[in-house]
């Protein structure tokens, strides 16, 4: 009888992870990850050491927004993944002095974009970028910390791995869709 039990027990755990790896699996894999923040290029949207889940399946739908908060491969090194904003977008130029950043949409319009969320002054100077097909701009809220579009270069579509959607830790900070701006 004994013998019988413990079998039960193995067959019901063994069901378990079974149908826990079937769920988690691609869940993982196509809908959404973990990412932890490192570094201060994102202050004081993201500290250092925050616990985010990234959303990788609403760019598979929609294109992202200028102001989206995005975590992609590195274009210079794609084993590594940064946090960034999104500035620009594909057709758009952008145009940075020391004080302010101008985009010049696609339509021709031109808006000098309303950082509040960028506590430090300062750009480091003076930059215009064409943007072409599938190439985005991004910047770090932090722009003496960050190394971003200004010193990289453009971001390939195809480098975005997804959104910030929730920020789970520290718990006293979690917050849905973290880190958003109205659309400029």
């Known amino acids: 009888m004994p013998e019988e039990k413990s079998e039960n027990i193995f067959t019901e755990l063994l069901k378990f992870a079974l149908v826990a790896v079937i769920i988690v699996v691609p869940v993982r894999l196509f809908v959404a990850q973990p990412f932890i923040v490192s570094g201060a290029s994102m202050v004081p949207t993201f500290e250092n050491g925050q616990y985010l889940i990234v959303d990788e399946l609403s760019y598979r739908f929609d294109e992202p927004d200028r102001g989206d908060v995005v975590i992609f491969k590195y274009p210079k090194d794609p084993s590594q993944y940064f946090i960034k904003r999104l500035i620009g977008l594909p057709g758009e130029t952008i145009r940075i002095t020391e004080?302010?950043?101008t985009v010049?949409?696609?339509?021709?319009?031109?808006?000098?974009?309303?950082?509040?969320?960028?506590?430090?002054?300062?750009?480091?100077?003076?930059?215009?970028?064409?943007?072409?097909?599938?190439?985005?701009?991004?910047?770090?809220d932090n722009r003496p910390e960050s190394s971003d579009s200004r010193m990289w270069g453009i971001l390939p579509k195809e480098n975005i791995v997804g959104r910030a959607l929730v920020r789970l830790l520290p718990i006293q900070n979690a917050t849905l869709l973290p880190g958003s701006t109205p659309a400029q």
């Open 99 to 101: 004080s302010s950043v």
């Open 104 to 140: 010049t949409k696609t339509d021709g319009s031109s808006v000098v974009l309303d950082e509040s969320y960028v506590v430090n002054e300062g750009n480091g100077g003076s930059l215009t970028v064409e943007l072409e097909n599938d190439e985005y701009f991004a910047m770090g």
